[in-house]
């Protein structure tokens, strides 16, 4: 798969109203937390989504970016909410990998992403279906979240509004595939 | 000879009629010039047009898309425009606390007289519609050049009506009233009685220089 070009210096000369015009390259910290947690939600879709992940980076052909899933792990501690977190920032490459990583998963489990916003689906069924992922998620958070920080907790508790987990699956679905590829990027570089 | 292109979707169908453009180089298999297209939406009637209402379409949902992603929700396509799409939001039928929330698609026909036709479609079939459209816009063998931007990303100032005007507001209002709390308590702080005049000031008796030798 052809990798995207490295990211172009800023031109420190370029006038003020054209520098603030071009797009950041790099994900914010705000954007890394929803890149991982989305990548979670991932994982909490699919029982064997750890896996799935790592195979679909040797599929898509970023075994020199994450040669193992330890490497791959690496990359997602970059978000500041995880218990064991590390500083710096992903290059742009390894960011469109995990972008490109999480549409093609989506893109894999988007029948299920369809049935959980499908309002054409059994109320009761897709309420369990809702409450079985609110509880895995639940649990990936816990488990590999810094549960001092609030958007952590707000997460983890039983009262979550539905319509935050609905904000992720509907992401989740709108990212899928070659196509979702650019809009969730430019969503994830979004001024906070 | 018409060739046709179509892309299917659980609750969605969009096919493209057309011919390749011998004129332009391109490939026997390939559509240059779109003649037509349809949509079906499940449950729903079937849409058709002309190119123009495709890019109209793609123009109007594709942001739509892009802007729902970062969660604004706001319409695209004005009043004017052959497609607009908006965002609804209704009463659950059983629950009353719970609102279940959907998409508007409007479409307004170039003939007279005819009346816009808006269908009311839910989160998974945008999904689909927008799925269609990517797989439209990114198919090697329709080479029409559509011209839809890119998607950027929002500035701070869009992403403003992510947030209710009043949770917006609810930080800078608390601060001025926490200020104006203060300011008002601060009247009632005993103010310190004014010297008189003749009363004498203990200060510090004046330093007398050693006498130089």
Not at chain 1, 168 to 184: S, V, W
Not at chain 2, 174 to 185: E, F, K, N, V
Request: aromatic share 4%; charged share 25%.
């Amino acid at each position: 798969m052809a990798q995207a070009p490295a990211a172009a210096p800023v031109d420190p000369s370029a006038p003020e109203a054209e520098r603030s015009h071009r797009p950041p390259t790099r994900l914010s910290r705000r954007g890394l937390e929803r890149l991982d947690l989305l990548l979670l939600s991932v994982e909490a879709l699919d029982l064997n989504g750890g896996e799935a992940m790592v195979w679909m980076s040797e599929q898509l052909g970023f075994s020199s970016l994450f040669p193992d899933r330890v490497a791959l792990w690496k990359s997602r501690c970059h978000n500041p909410l995880r218990r064991v977190t590390r500083r710096g920032t992903l290059s742009e490459q390894e960011t469109d990998a995990l972008i490109r990583i999480l549409c093609t998963l989506a893109d894999r489990l988007y029948p299920m992403l369809h049935q959980l916003l499908s309002s054409s689906e059994p109320e009761d069924r897709n309420d369990q279906r809702w409450g079985l992922f609110q509880g895995r998620l639940a649990e990936l958070v816990q488990e590999r979240m810094n549960p001092r920080r609030s958007s952590v907790q707000r997460l983890v508790d039983p009262a979550l509004e539905r319509s935050v987990l609905r904000t992720l699956i509907q992401c989740l679905a709108l990212g899928a595939g070659d196509g979702g590829f650019d809009r969730l990027k430019a969503s994830l570089m979004d001024a906070n | 000879m018409k060739l046709q292109r179509r892309y299917d979707q659980a609750s969605c169908r969009l096919q493209v009629e057309g011919l390749p453009d011998v004129s332009a180089g391109q490939s026997s298999q390939a559509i240059g010039i779109i003649t037509g297209w349809q949509l079906q939406l499940a449950a729903r009637p079937e849409l058709e047009g002309r190119k123009e209402h495709l890019i109209a379409m793609a123009e109007a949902v594709l942001p739509y898309a892009r802007h729902l992603i970062s969660g604004v929700r706001r319409p695209f396509g004005g009043p004017e425009a052959p497609v607009s799409i908006a965002p609804f939001e209704v009463e659950h039928e059983a629950d009353a606390e719970r609102r279940r929330q959907g998409h508007e698609l409007t479409l307004r026909s170039s003939q007279p007289d005819t009346p816009p036709l808006t269908l009311r479609i839910d989160d998974a079939e945008l999904a689909d519609l927008v799925r269609c459209l990517d797989r439209l816009r990114l198919d090697p063998l329709l080479q029409v050049p559509l011209q839809l931007p890119e998607p950027q990303p929002l500035r701070a100032k869009e992403l403003q009506a992510r947030l209710p005007l009043h949770r917006r507001l609810a930080a800078p209002v608390g601060g001025a009233l926490a200020l104006g709390l203060l300011a008002g308590l601060s009247w009632f702080l005993p103010t310190p009685a004014p010297q008189r005049a003749g009363q004498a000031t203990q200060t510090a008796p004046p330093t007398k220089l050693a006498p130089s030798r």
